[in-house]
């Protein structure tokens, strides 16, 4: 009891002064936010800002990696060469991307072990646009034009993000995914143009199967979207779900014409008034079963990444027996 009372005292003294110090740095925070400023690893942040930032960069790092698992599927059965180089080349770049991501993510005190653990496990999520099936080549056109090109809307604002490490690696991930893009609609573009009935047909086909989960993959309608305000009060996400949705559906439409495709939505048309192109009712019950794991490849994607994590222990291995040759021989020196 005696210790205890003696303990009371200056325990609250010192809580107290920490929450007025830890309110001046809230404060300092909150202006730098408000100013505009970027906010760098070694910077003081509220326990929140961290944990928004760490789910939602290694949410897209896990994107990044599980989205090479589709695409990596048709590297083998690239009509050409030139097509073949160009596919190696952007699977290659979402590994990059997803490198990137997991390091900004590590400069908030999150270990590459802890994230790739979560997503194993199941408790963290990732885009659920790639738990849909590559099931023809003009699957991979599509992919590169509308899902790489979805990718892009979302992912320009992130460049002016108020996290310092994540709005860089944003700006040289944006640069290849605007090539990413380019490459899915020249792909298509060759097969509309100079392709076969059949070919046309399955770019058409591709399309339809593609058109919506690309929509969905903006989110959740505003109204919905959990930590949509507090992620904009923070600068986190400048531009709101509906907002990047209507942008994209307004760009991608004319981008179909051009094709000559037909995106697979009765109700989409210019809207006069409002200046943007009206468009039907998204599925969302379908969105919310992929995203719950009941998609048509959830499975699979899952049981890939453990098997290349499993599969790739001898060269982690072999990497940090490297390393600690490496560090006894420069200590023998
Ligand atoms: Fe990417
Ligand atoms: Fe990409």
Not at 63 to 68: A, L, T
Not at 106 to 121: C, F, K, P, V, Y
Not at 237 to 257: E, G, M, P, Y
Request: net charge neutral; aromatic share 10%.
């Amino acid at each position: 009891m005696y210790t205890q009372a003696m303990d009371t005292g200056p325990k609250e003294e010192r809580k107290a002064v920490r929450s007025a110090a830890e309110a001046e740095l809230e404060a300092r925070f909150e202006s730098h936010i408000d100013e505009g400023d970027f906010i760098e690893a070694k910077d003081w942040m509220p326990e929140h800002y961290r944990k928004t930032l760490v789910r939602q960069i290694s949410q897209h790092a896990h994107s990044e990696i599980v989205g090479m698992l589709p695409e990596g599927n048709w590297v083998t059965r690239a009509p050409t060469l030139k097509r073949k180089a160009i596919l190696l080349a952007k699977v290659q770049d979402e590994g990059g991307h997803g490198l990137y991501l997991y390091a900004a993510a590590e400069t908030l005190g999150t270990s590459r072990d802890q994230m790739i653990d979560a997503l194993h496990s199941g408790r963290a999520k990732y885009s659920s646009i790639f738990n849909y099936p590559t099931l023809s080549w003009a699957d991979i056109g599509v992919i590169g034009w509308l899902v790489d090109g979805a990718a892009i809307m979302n992912q320009v604002p992130l460049t002016r993000c108020s996290y310092a490490p994540y709005a860089r690696a944003m700006v040289r991930i944006c640069r290849e995914e605007s090539f990413h893009q380019r490459q899915g609609f020249d792909a298509l573009n060759v097969m509309m143009r100079e392709g076969t009935a059949a070919q046309k047909a399955m770019v058409q086909d591709a399309v339809d199967r593609w058109w919506w989960p690309s929509l969905m993959m903006f989110g959740p309608p505003d109204g919905e979207s959990t930590h949509g305000a507090q992620s904009a009060r923070w600068g986190i996400k400048r531009i709101s779900n509906d907002d990047l949705r209507q942008k994209f559906v307004d760009a991608t439409t004319d981008q179909a014409k051009v094709l000559g495709v037909t995106p697979p939505d009765p109700l989409l048309k210019w809207n006069d008034d409002r200046g943007h192109y009206d468009f039907g009712p998204i599925d969302w019950a379908e969105f919310w079963r992929v995203v719950g794991g009941h998609g048509p490849c959830n499975r699979e994607r899952l049981d890939a990444r453990i098997k290349a994590w499993d599969d790739g222990a001898w060269v982690r291995d072999a990497a940090m027996a490297y390393a600690r040759k490496q560090t006894m021989k420069k200590e023998a020196a």
